[in-house]
């Protein structure tokens, strides 16, 4: 069993700059392939980035493609999304989500491929 925390949402204006945080514990963190979702209201869930459990390899959604960043410490059982010149249509709830991976490259894009879920975290953009 993991348990996924995520920290670092909050209301900002649009060209501004946030990152979220997402704590893991339970399990080896090194061994998880990670992934960020979000959910804007009356929307399904999308997907916008992943990393595989050594990070040397990331994907991301097409809409934020060029703007965020996904990273990891493994050492700190922490994934982080780096989001900058935000936009209002990226305000939505932020989601990590983790799954065990034996291949230290590979990377998941599919929410159903995914084990374990945080609670989410809000991000507002304003125009």
């Known amino acids: 069993q993991v348990q996924l925390v995520e920290s670092g949402g909050g209301l900002v204006q649009a060209g501004d700059s946030l990152t979220l945080s997402c704590a893991a514990s339970?399990?080896?963190?090194?061994?998880?392939?990670m992934g960020w979702f979000r959910q804007a209201p009356g929307k399904e869930r999308e997907f916008v980035a992943a990393?595989?459990?050594?990070?040397?390899?990331?994907n991301y959604g097409d809409s934020v493609k060029g703007r965020f960043t996904i990273s990891r410490e493994n050492a700190k059982n922490t994934v982080y999304l780096q989001m900058n010149s935000l936009k209002p249509e990226d305000t939505a709830v932020y989601y990590c989500?983790?799954?065990?991976?034996?291949?230290?490259?590979?990377?998941?894009?599919?929410?159903?491929?995914?084990?374990?879920w945080g609670q989410g975290t809000q991000v507002t953009v304003s125009s």
């Open positions: 989500a983790a799954r065990p991976s034996y291949d230290r490259g590979k990377y998941y894009r599919s929410a159903s491929e995914y084990y374990y």
């Open positions: 339970g399990r080896t963190f090194s061994g998880y392939a």
């Open positions: 990393i595989s459990w050594s990070g040397g390899n990331t």
